[in-house]
């Protein structure tokens, strides 16, 4: 599918695999890119990449991805701009790591100590609720294009409407320390299998990939010590894979027409059980 002229929506898309997939889909001479961000600085940020781009393709939503009227108001403003919002990337992400179950001494008593329930569901509501919406809400609006148009189901005749990349991570097979969020990581397996049978009616594409560590502030947070320990030893690159290296797989599943699953990109990320 050639992405030039397409419409896109991308979450997270001031900072890591976010900001570095719409630089790549700025490349690919996409029409506009809907930057959806809760960073204080989105807007600056936008700007001065506009001006090195010498074009206004980004365009700032400051907001929460939980948010359905926030989601509601990119949507509607993208499509009455810029037409059919086609490429969905919902990158928005955060982690709130801890091991699931500690049990700790105090004064002589012992205190059972359970993730952290308000953790878990906000966990849940970004990584997985949130991204899972942005995608349905990419489908409608290639569905209502069509209605409008007087089309029905998609033939293959016609060119593939278009494409959603949801971003799993490693974590999603399980990890030490991340409860909340491989659980949030490995619902979006069966939401992205759903959609990929369920959109295609339209013409959309539905794939996910699984990033292994990659160099954001996301992973930078853990600490260098961790990193170092825990994260390269168990690789088989030894070093964080780069944003863009998962920015160009994220647009080769948007491109290519014939992928419809999964794609791990994990560095060989191989962990003692
Ligand atoms: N970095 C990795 O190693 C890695 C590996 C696998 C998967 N991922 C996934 O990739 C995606 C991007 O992660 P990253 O590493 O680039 O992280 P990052 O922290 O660099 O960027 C995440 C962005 O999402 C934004 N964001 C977070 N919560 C938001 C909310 N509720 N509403 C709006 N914006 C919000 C943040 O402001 C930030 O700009 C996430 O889904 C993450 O789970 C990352």
Not at 86 to 100: E, F, H, K, M, Y
Not at 260 to 265: E, F, Q, T, V
Request: neutral net charge.
């Amino acid at each position: 599918m050639d992405l030039k002229g397409k419409v896109a929506v991308i979450t997270g898309g001031a900072s890591g695999i976010g900001s570095a997939t719409c630089m790549k889909l700025a490349d690919e001479k996409v029409k506009a890119i809907a930057i959806v961000d809760m960073a204080d600085q989105l807007e600056s940020y936008c700007k001065e990449t506009n001006e090195k781009l010498g074009s206004d393709v980004l365009i700032p939503f400051r907001g929460d991805v939980v948010d359905s009227s926030f989601r509601e108001r990119v949507f509607s403003e993208m499509e009455s701009r810029f037409g059919v919002v086609g490429l969905c990337v919902p990158a928005a992400g955060i982690t709130r790591d801890r091991l699931a179950v500690k049990v700790q001494r105090d004064n002589g008593s012992v205190n059972l100590n359970i993730y952290s329930e308000t953790d878990f569901r906000r966990v849940i509501d970004v990584d997985l609720i949130a991204p899972i919406y942005w995608s349905m809400r990419t489908v409608a609006s290639v569905a209502m294009d069509r209605s409008k148009r007087n089309k029905g189901e998609w033939q293959p005749e016609e060119t593939t409407q278009g494409a959603i990349v949801m971003i799993g991570s490693i974590s999603s097979a399980g990890n030490r320390g991340q409860i909340s969020y491989a659980t949030a990581k490995a619902g979006l397996e069966g939401a992205q299998a759903t959609l990929a049978k369920e959109a295609i009616f339209y013409g959309v594409r539905c794939a996910i990939i699984h990033p292994g560590f990659t160099d954001t502030p996301m992973v930078r947070a853990m600490g260098e010590r961790l990193i170092h320990d825990y994260i390269l030893p168990n690789t088989q690159l030894r070093r964080l894979i780069r944003p863009t290296e998962i920015a160009e797989a994220i647009c080769f599943l948007l491109k290519n027409s014939a992928v419809s699953g999964s794609l791990w990109a994990d560095a060989g990320w191989h962990p003692r059980a």
